[in-house]
């Protein structure tokens, strides 16, 4: 097992806020367990809101397309690009090395590669000679079954396979991903909290950065989520979108917790 440098040097790694914009037929959108969606405003406009709030990164999946088998919004990664400063990762419907070629040369810094990428791992080496692993954000579904453990969920949630978390974590790394954005569908729109078990489990598992998804509700829940989790950021989607919490005010609180983070 590789042991996470982040799990003993806490203290030297800057930690990342990142909101989660979920885009369907061109809106921001959030639900529950990722069902019950409601309207949450425009892409591009809370984008550039929240580079000026201080995030760190921005992540837009477009929660729908590979379900409804359509491509990757490119024109509006094209409009994001131009109205924000800071790196965004672009996924949904990305099935092969034109797909986020396209995003790539919209302005994106990283894609997100999900239900293509369980279906074909070669993908993930494709993408990751092609452009570096730091460009391929290996995005995991992941639920907690009755027995205990943490299954992978294709197709936005809708498809249970019979992989665990774990080993698809593993597996995607070989491969070459460079980081793993982590949702747990149980914690996903609760705001009780992420799901620090497997968020544990996996950033003491692999080297490459973690970002922890589902959950997030208070600042105290983020503190926990980077100390006692090991996560590298976390991502949070309706606190900030209807300004439950604000960015500057959670940076301000993690620092107070000895959180090396980027104010």
Known sequence: MVINNNVSQLSGLTKRIIPCLDIKDGRTVKGIHFEQIRDAGDPAELGAFYAEQGADELVFLDITATVEKRKTFKEMANRIAKNINIPFTVGGGVSSVDDASVLLHNGADKVSVNTA?????????????????QFVVLAIDTKQEEDGFWYVYL???????????????KLAYNAGAGEILLTSMNNDGTKKGFALDITRQISTLLPIPIIASGGGGTMQHFEMVFKDAYADAALAASIFHFKEIAIPDLKIFLKDCHIPIRL
């Not at 990428?117 to 692993?133: D, H, M, R, V």
């Not at 197709?155 to 974590?169: I, S, V």
């Open 117 to 133: 990428a369980f279906k074909q791992p070669n993908l993930i080496t494709q993408l990751a000679n092609e452009f570096g692993s």
């Open 155 to 169: 197709n936005g949630g809708r498809t249970k396979t019979n992989m665990l978390c774990t080993e698809w974590a």
